[in-house]
């Protein structure tokens, strides 16, 4: 397992585009998503240790806080054809066992995990109503093994000033986990 952090893109950068089959293969786009306050667009996958020690606290965090006015959408970029806990079917097995009620969109290509600088799983981006970044950063302190407990404080309370009308949290600690599973073509390197 590879500890790779968030790249940390310039609070403010333009959400980019994006038109990715969901796990029912209905296709879901940005512009689906134009009448949200908010949009959380979290990079994750199925196999990552650091997915998995946060995805049932993940759903709980998505049902507490998608509303008319906030929305979340999941993408899992990594190369299924070498990692095949990856696959859409996989993807589907997930869902029905996390119980996500979000979109989870498989980008096949990787283009729109390049398009927004996402390097590792989970990886937040948190956007306001005019789809300009206004947090990237960890979910909370909390990593495998540990003992700190899972409580998503830290994207809680972006996601509550977001709502509130208040200005971003000063300090956003990067997402750390396994980074993205790249086509050869497609490495960022």
Same mark, same amino acid.
Not at 90 to 108: I, Q, R, S, T
Not at 133 to 147: A, H, K
């Given at each position: 397992?590879?500890l790779?952090p +968030?790249?940390?893109?310039?609070?403010?950068?333009? &959400?980019?585009s !994006?038109?990715?089959?969901?796990?029912?293969? %209905?296709?879901?786009?940005l512009? =689906?998503?134009?009448?949200?306050?908010?949009?959380?667009?979290?990079?994750?996958?199925?196999?990552? /240790?650091?997915? %998995?020690?946060?995805?049932?606290?993940?759903? $709980?965090f &998505? =049902?507490?806080?998608?509303?008319?006015?906030?929305?979340?959408?999941?993408?899992?970029?990594?190369d299924? +054809? @070498?990692?095949?806990a *990856? +696959?859409?079917?996989?993807?589907?097995e997930e869902? %029905?066992?996390? #119980?996500?009620?979000?979109?989870?969109?498989? =980008?096949e290509?990787?283009e729109?995990?390049?398009s927004?600088?996402?390097?590792?799983?989970? =990886?937040f981006?948190? !956007?306001? $109503?005019?789809?300009?970044?206004?947090?990237?950063g960890?979910f *909370?302190?909390?990593?495998?093994?540990?003992?700190?407990?899972? @409580? #998503?404080? *830290?994207?809680? &309370?972006?996601? *509550?000033a977001?709502?509130?009308?208040?200005?971003?949290?000063?300090?956003?600690? /990067?997402?750390? #986990?396994?980074?993205? %599973?790249?086509?050869?073509?497609n490495?960022?390197?």
């Amino acid at each position: 397992m590879t500890l790779t952090p +968030s790249n940390m893109i310039e609070l403010g950068s333009k &959400a980019p585009s !994006f038109k990715l089959p969901d796990t029912t293969g %209905k296709s879901v786009s940005l512009a =689906d998503f134009q009448s949200y306050k908010g949009l959380l667009v979290v990079f994750m996958c199925n196999h990552c /240790p650091y997915v %998995k020690h946060i995805r049932h606290a993940l759903a $709980e965090f &998505a =049902d507490r806080n998608m509303s008319s006015n906030f929305a979340i959408v999941g993408i899992n970029s990594n190369d299924a +054809s @070498t990692y095949p806990a *990856d +696959s859409p079917e996989k993807m589907v097995e997930e869902v %029905k066992a996390v #119980g996500y009620h979000f979109p989870y969109l498989h =980008d096949e290509t990787q283009e729109v995990a390049k398009s927004y600088g996402a390097a590792c799983t989970p =990886d937040f981006f948190l !956007f306001d $109503e005019h789809r300009l970044l206004f947090y990237r950063g960890q979910f *909370d302190d909390s990593r495998p093994g540990s003992t700190t407990p899972v @409580t #998503g404080a *830290d994207l809680q &309370a972006a996601v *509550d000033a977001l709502m509130e009308g208040r200005n971003p949290p000063d300090e956003q600690k /990067p997402s750390v #986990g396994c980074n993205i %599973k790249w086509k050869t073509e497609n490495a960022p390197y």
